[in-house]
Every structure is written in structure tokens, then in C-alpha cells.
């Protein structure tokens, strides 16, 4: 089946650092990329979609200039976490969803688990 | 906007006990649903999806999910669960005009024992 790969699975940085997330699909065309962010016993919370060669949409609440996504091809998504603070600690996770997925699930990586010190 | 609520949040079962997981939706359009499946250390996996149609879905490892348009639920069910299923899973919607953002509960972590 369809595979998205995300790295780093998980990464440690200091206060005040950028992190960079990498989303790719192996082996599908993903049109439209989603960014989830999850909290301990929390369930995910949609940050942003971004499609290939357009700007990021994100949810309410979500600081575009903190979270940067960039969807440069259809295989690839990032998203920089920039000037990292401890509360941005948490389990990203991205999902990718093909040109012929409709409303069928989406992909998803294995997340990456932020901390930041 | 729309809302999932899963009303467990942890539910510990013996091997070969039945299963049923609540999830309930806020929305008053059409949904498509999903239950979703995380192993310990792995990503999300998709268990069954309804669209349409039949309102009994059938997924994998033996999973299945009724969804009741009128109690707007979507409930997950095994009759006989193994060690092997002890995970979180996650019940999401998605409301129809939302470019396919899903929604999720808060997830349910079972845990069955021996």
C-alpha cells in the first residue's frame, strides 16, 4: 500500500532553534498534504493542508509565521518549526493523499516527536 | 464545526471478550467516517471507512463499525479481541466541504490481557 514517510521520527533541540519535518510519499503523487499535531492523551489537531505549489492553509490558532510548510513537489512537504519553545514540544504527524483519493483515507507517517529544551 | 467524541478512554479487556468502542459526531451533513488503529511505536493505520451505503462496515482483523445516522454514532466492534489488538484507536469524520480535513476524537487505548 501507499507509504509516507516522515523524518526525523524524533529530534531534540534547544529553545530558540528551527526544526525542519520532512513528509514524503514513496510511492504515490500526493496532491494535498496535512500536518497534525498531537498532544499526550490528546487527540490530532489539524494544523494545516498544503498543495503542491501553493501557499499552506492553516487553522485557526495556528501561527503561519512559526509553523512553516512548504509543498515543493508531489512527494515532498516540510514543515519548520522555527524558534522552537518548550510548548512547542509535541508528535507531529503528516498525512499525504493521492490525485485519485477522493475523500478516501489518507496516508500517514510515523510522526515526529518534538522536544524541545 | 464539526466534533468527535469517544467517550472511553482506556478499556482493558481479557482475551476473547467482545469489543465496542463509542464514537459519536456533531455534524448535520453528510460524514464519511473512519476508525483508525496505532500500534505501540507504529503510525496510523486505517481499520474501515464508511461512505455510503450499507451502514454496517466490515474492516480488517475482524473490526466492524455500524454507523447510526440517527444516534449520529459510529461504533467499533470485535466479538472476540486478542492481545494483538491492544492499541489506540481513533474514530474520525470527515463533513462533506472540508477538502477532506479529518476530525478526530480523542482516541481510546485498549489494552487486552492475557
Not at chain 1, 103 to 112: Q, R, Y
Not at chain 2, 4 to 15: A, D, F, G, P
Not at chain 2, 75 to 98: H, M
Request: charged share 15%.
Amino acid at each position: 500500500g501507499a507509504v509516507v514517510s516522515q523524518h526525523p521520527s524524533w529530534v531534540i533541540c534547544k529553545s530558540g532553534t528551527s526544526v525542519k519535518i520532512e513528509c514524503r510519499s514513496l510511492d504515490f503523487q500526493a496532491t494535498t498534504m496535512f500536518w497534525y499535531r498531537q498532544f499526550p492523551k490528546q487527540s490530532l489537531m489539524l494544523m494545516a493542508t498544503s498543495n503542491e505549489g501553493s501557499k499552506a492553509t492553516y487553522e485557526q490558532g495556528v501561527e503561519k509565521d512559526k509553523f512553516l510548510i512548504n509543498h515543493a513537489s508531489l512527494t515532498l512537504s516540510t514543515l519548520t518549526v522555527t524558534s522552537a519553545h518548550p510548548e512547542d514540544s509535541s508528535f507531529y504527524i503528516c498525512s499525504a493523499q493521492g490525485w485519485d483519493s477522493g475523500n478516501s483515507p489518507l496516508h500517514f507517517g510515523n510522526g515526529t516527536r518534538l522536544t524541545v529544551t | 464545526a464539526q466534533s468527535v467524541s469517544q467517550h472511553n478512554h482506556h478499556v482493558i479487556l481479557s482475551e476473547a471478550a467482545s469489543l465496542e468502542l463509542g464514537c459519536n459526531y456533531s455534524y448535520g451533513g453528510t460524514v464519511n467516517l473512519f476508525w483508525y488503529v496505532q500500534y505501540p511505536g507504529q503510525h496510523l493505520q486505517l481499520l474501515l471507512k464508511y461512505f455510503s451505503g450499507d451502514p454496517l462496515v466490515k474492516g480488517i482483523k475482524g473490526f466492524e463499525a455500524e454507523f447510526i445516522k440517527s444516534k449520529f454514532s459510529f461504533n467499533l466492534r470485535k466479538p472476540s479481541v486478542q492481545w494483538s489488538d491492544t492499541a489506540e484507536y481513533f474514530c474520525a469524520v470527515i463533513a462533506t466541504g472540508t477538502a477532506s480535513k479529518l476530525t478526530f476524537g480523542t482516541g481510546t487505548r485498549l489494552q487486552v490481557t492475557l
